[in-house]
């Protein structure tokens, strides 16, 4: 069983995923027993393939937070706007409005850590971005992280 939860415009079924051969291509190396479910995010070839790396998102579906596996419905698709900037080394910080610090190798030495299972990036009414924590956004609720 697939299911999408963004790319339905160019995709009706995927019946194939490709990845390099190693990991030191960045290849992803995925249980293949009937069992397994995963999260994938990846990029499309032109001629409509889909390819997974190391530096996307891949998760086993058990693995993911109640909020992660919610957010996959609605929530994520509010920061479609908004940039996520990623901060391994101190110093830094967001360049404009719409950027969303994003800490976790600081903060858990983890690409799926605290912010990543529980908060999403989402663009405010007044056009900025920030992380919410939750349903719909109240303005109260926001997460500012702008200078760790």
Same mark, same amino acid.
């Given at each position: 069983?697939?299911? +999408?939860?963004?790319?339905? !415009?160019? #995709? ?29 995010? @990846? ?9 997974? @790396?190391?530096?996307? #998102? ?7 937070? +109640? ?7 609605? =929530?994520?698709? +509010? @920061? ?5 900037? =990623? ?9 404009? !409005?719409? !950027? ?18 529980? #908060?999403?990036?989402?663009? =405010? ?7 919410? =924590?939750? @349903?719909?956004?109240?303005?109260? !609720? #926001? ?6």
């Amino acid at each position: 069983l697939t299911q +999408m939860f963004k790319g339905f !415009e160019k #995709f009706k079924d995927i019946q194939y995923v490709y990845t390099p051969p190693y990991s030191s291509l960045c290849g992803v190396k995925l249980e293949v027993n009937n069992k397994a479910q995963y999260l994938l995010s @990846g990029r499309v070839w032109e001629d409509g393939r889909v390819l997974i @790396g190391l530096c996307d #998102f891949i998760a086993p579906w058990d693995n993911l937070s +109640m909020s992660q596996k919610k957010s996959l419905n609605h =929530r994520y698709e +509010m @920061g479609c706007d908004c940039k996520i900037s =990623r901060c391994y080394t101190l110093p830094c910080s967001i360049t404009a !409005e719409n !950027e969303c610090l994003w800490t976790d190798w600081l903060t858990d030495k983890s690409l799926n850590g605290h912010q990543a299972k529980h #908060f999403a990036c989402i663009k =405010r009414t007044d056009g900025s971005c920030s992380w919410y =924590r939750g @349903g719909s956004p109240p303005e109260k !609720e #926001f997460m500012d992280i702008s200078d760790p």
